[in-house]
């Protein structure tokens, strides 16, 4: 073999060897990237704390809000302006966190956390704000006025009526 074939072939299995081993780095960036990612919107954690408000000025506002204290759960509901007022305090079993937690699971709604938009041009529109902590200290915060994320009315139905069971209890 030629001294002009040798060092072709030893230079294509060099730059074969490099192509590889960039293209084998690629792969691991991500990976890494789409798993963090993935898992940034996780939350296993357990509840702490949950506030969910929606509603408009002309059909009114309804107010949630659940505070974990020990293993009970402060609970309170709200509607103002609607047509059944409503204002309800009471402690109930903080296992209701965990229904709204396996609920935020379902609807993957960890990808909500940072959501704020709005439609500036509609005046007499509805609206929601979620805030949620977890014991690990992360949050989910989610704010929309006529502009929802993925998944909101599902999500927010559910919710919903969980909320409103618990009212009724």
Same mark, same amino acid.
């Given at each position: ?26 792969? +691991? ?6 798993? %963090?990612? *993935? !898992? ?6 357990? $509840? =702490? ?34 047509? +059944? ?6 402690? %109930?079993? *903080? !296992? ?6 396996? $609920? =935020? ?34 949050? +989910? ?8 994320? *993925? ?19």
């Amino acid at each position: 073999m030629s001294e002009k074939k040798k060092e072709s072939n030893k230079q294509f299995k060099i730059a074969a060897i490099i192509i590889g081993a960039i293209a084998v780095v690629i792969a +691991i960036v991500a990976v890494i990237v789409f798993g %963090i990612g *993935s !898992s940034r919107h996780e939350r296993n954690g357990g $509840i =702490v704390s949950f506030s969910y408000s929606h509603g408009s000025g002309m059909g009114g506002y309804v107010d949630y809000t659940l505070k974990k204290q020990d293993n009970l759960a402060l609970y309170s509901a709200k509607c103002m302006g609607c047509m +059944i007022n409503f204002d309800v305090n009471k402690t %109930i079993d *903080s !296992s209701y966190l965990g229904k709204i937690a396996d $609920i =935020v699971k379902k609807y993957e709604m960890g990808k909500w956390d940072g959501f704020n938009e709005s439609d500036d041009g509609v005046l007499d529109g509805s609206g929601f704000t979620l805030k949620i902590e977890y014991d690990d200290e992360r949050k +989910i915060e989610a704010h929309g006025y006529m502009k929802y994320p *993925s998944n909101y009315r599902e999500a927010t139905e559910e919710l919903t009526n969980l909320l409103d069971e618990i009212r009724e209890e």
